[in-house]
Nanobody
Framework: VQLVESGGGLVQTGGSHRLSCALS????????IGWFRQAPGKEREGVACILWKDSTTYHVGSMKGRFAISKDSAKNTVYLQMNNLKPEDTAVYYCAAAPRWVSTCPTALYNMDYWGKGTLVTVSS
């Protein structure tokens, strides 16, 4: 099982950026995919979740309206579109997979089994 994040970098305040999570090695229909982030000195928090099977999405309240999770089935990739970025969005962003037989989004955010290594997004003020 592999989840590989990409797209991190330096972004200006107010800018937009898109992260990618490439999936491989498992049957995607049986999993929900989530995005998480961990800011310096803070605990990891859930950002968004998508049901691979039907593309239903869930976004954590504080980021709803600015961030959007989506997927491209042909590319086995999940995306996180981030808009109107703020310095407090600076964090390492991770994608993860949760088995649907345990729970589905948003509860799946608490049951992720597989994790990527993360990609750093730095928002400059």
């Amino acid at each position: 099982v592999q989840l590989v994040e990409s797209g991190g970098g330096l972004v200006q305040t107010g800018g937009s950026h898109r992260l990618s999570c490439a999936l491989s090695g498992f049957f995607f229909d049986d999993y929900d995919i989530g995005w998480f982030r961990q800011a310096p000195g803070k605990e990891r928090e859930g950002v968004a979740c998508i049901l691979w099977k039907d593309s239903t999405t869930y976004h954590v309240g504080s980021m709803k309206g600015r961030f959007a999770i989506s997927k491209d089935s042909a590319k086995n990739t999940v995306y996180l579109q981030m808009n109107n970025l703020k310095p407090e969005d600076t964090a390492v962003y991770y994608c993860a997979a949760a088995p649907r037989w345990v729970s589905t989004c948003p509860t799946a955010l608490y049951n992720m089994d597989y994790w990527g290594k993360g990609t750093l997004v730095t928002v400059s003020s």
